[in-house]
């Protein structure tokens, strides 16, 4: 079955500093995605990035960066200059085959950032 | 906009009850996803319909239902309330091809069972 650890369950840092948020996950299937999505204080959960299995190269928007290494089972999340409405719980996910068709998403427990001004 | 519409955005209902709660997923989805959030269990998978059926079931308690209607909106049926239903419900839904990989989510109903 498959899993995802969000070892981090809270984290503050002050603005402008970077911070990183850790995501490891079990599968079984050689294919599979990941996500992560953002939930802030008024609860919406926010789609942030999608990466598949097939994919390691590492992506950047802005100043989001995420670090996919399939060797250690890990998705990490960089927020570089963090800012104070960068504060959410953010949540990675993981959806494969194991069941089939179906495509839900198995959430890790999230982490609660916390931005300080 | 993610393009989910769930109603409502929240309710308060009394112990034993039943409340429905509708989900219309984005224009040209087919799927739709339940998931519940509560702070015992986190963000759990509820139940999956793909064009009117059911396609899979997960941590789903026996006295909630769901179902996809022909115009692809969806409804979640909880009975019997209990104390711990209380949770914030979030419908999903995705495509086809390449856009079945990114689930969309409504903006959630908060239930408050009192």
């Known amino acids: 079955a498959q899993k995802v650890t969000q070892a981090q369950t809270e984290i503050s840092v002050v603005e402008k500093e970077d911070v990183t948020l850790d995501c490891v996950y079990e599968?079984?299937?050689?294919?599979?995605?990941l996500f992560w999505y953002k939930q802030p204080p008024s609860g919406e959960l926010v789609f942030l990035i999608r990466?598949?299995?097939?994919?390691?190269q590492n992506e950047i928007s802005g100043r989001y960066s995420w670090n996919f290494q399939k060797s250690t089972s890990s998705f990490n999340f960089t927020i570089t200059a963090s800012q104070v409405v960068d504060s959410a719980v953010y949540f990675c996910?993981?959806?494969?085959?194991?069941?089939?068709?179906?495509?839900?998403?198995?959430f890790g427990s999230g982490t609660q950032l916390t931005v300080l001004p | 906009d993610s393009g989910v519409t769930q109603t409502p955005k929240h309710l308060i209902t009394a112990t034993g009850q039943r409340v429905t709660l509708r989900c219309s997923p984005r224009s040209g989805d087919l799927s739709v996803y339940w998931y519940q959030q509560s702070l015992d269990q986190g963000l759990q998978f509820l139940i999956q319909y793909y064009n009117g059926e059911e396609r899979a079931k997960g941590n789903i308690l026996e006295r909630f239902s769901a179902q996809q209607f022909p115009d692809l909106h969806s409804e979640l049926n909880l009975s019997s309330l209990e104390l711990g239903d209380s949770a914030l419900y979030f419908c999903?839904?995705?495509?086809?091809?390449?856009?079945?990989?990114?689930?969309?989510f409504g903006q959630g109903t908060r239930l408050t069972v009192v």
């Open positions: 990466r598949n299995s097939f994919d390691e």
């Open positions: 996910a993981l959806s494969d085959l194991s069941s089939g068709s179906a495509r839900q998403l198995t």
């Open positions: 999903a839904s995705s495509g086809t091809g390449k856009s079945w990989t990114e689930a969309f």
């Open positions: 599968t079984r299937d050689t294919t599979y995605y």
